[in-house]
Structures are given as C-alpha cells and as structure tokens.
C-alpha cells in the first residue's frame, strides 16, 4: 500500500483560511513494479485540505504489475481538493551534481580568499 494522505484543514478562524496542503510521495527506479493487491492512494484531506500527491518516475515512463485500487478522491467534507497521481520518464542528469558541487565550494573558496587578501 502506497498512500499520501490528504491535508487536514485550517486550525485558523478567518474565512476561508485554507488548509493543510497534502503528502507527497516520489518513486524513482528504472522499473517500478506492483504485485498482489496493491493499493495507491493520493485522496483529499479535511475541510478546505490539500490532497496528496504521488510521482512514479521510470526508464519506461510508466508502470508494470497489478495496482488493485487506485484512488485520489477529495474527502467528504466541503472545501477539500482531490489529489494526484502521476508518472513520468526519468531523464539523465547532463552534468553530475557532484561537478556543480565543486564549482560552487571552488568559487566560494577564491572569494573568500580574495576578501581576505
């Protein structure tokens, strides 16, 4: 059972305060598969609550196995928002973090050295 589960609504007493926003869920893998009774659920929270939401990314772009429920409804109480489910295709990463990550800590380090100066 995969569940991102809705946003309680608004503790708040202006009007129309909104609400919770709902969870997330990101799955990512090069194949993502379901068997048995699986159950995915991105349904809607309380009064004026966020839905969930759920993000399948794969090398496919989509899903194998057998999801037995599939559900994003909004709850029952007046206000609420639907949730989402969605999937998508992974996409390569043009340059590594890791090389961002070094230009950035390198460029820090000269600017520090420089003031320093």
């Known amino acids: ?20 926003s709902g969870g997330g869920l990101l799955l990512h893998a090069p194949t993502i598969s379901f068997t048995g009774n ?7 929270g309380g009064a004026f609550g966020g839905g969930g939401r759920i993000l399948f990314l794969s090398d ?4 194998s196995g057998e999801i037995t429920h599939l559900s994003v409804n909004p709850a ?7 949730g989402v489910i969605e999937y998508g295709k992974l996409s390569a990463v043009p340059v590594p973090a890791s090389a961002w990550l070094m230009l950035s800590a390198l460029t820090g380090y000269l600017g520090l050295r420089r003031k320093a100066a």
Request: no cysteine; aromatic share 0%.
């Open 1 to 20: 059972m995969l569940t991102a589960t809705g946003g309680d609504g608004s503790g708040g007493t202006a009007l129309l305060g909104g609400g919770g």
């Open 38 to 44: 699986t159950t995915v659920s991105a349904d809607g």
């Open 60 to 63: 496919s772009g989509g899903l």
């Open 76 to 82: 029952p109480t007046g206000g609420a928002v639907a």
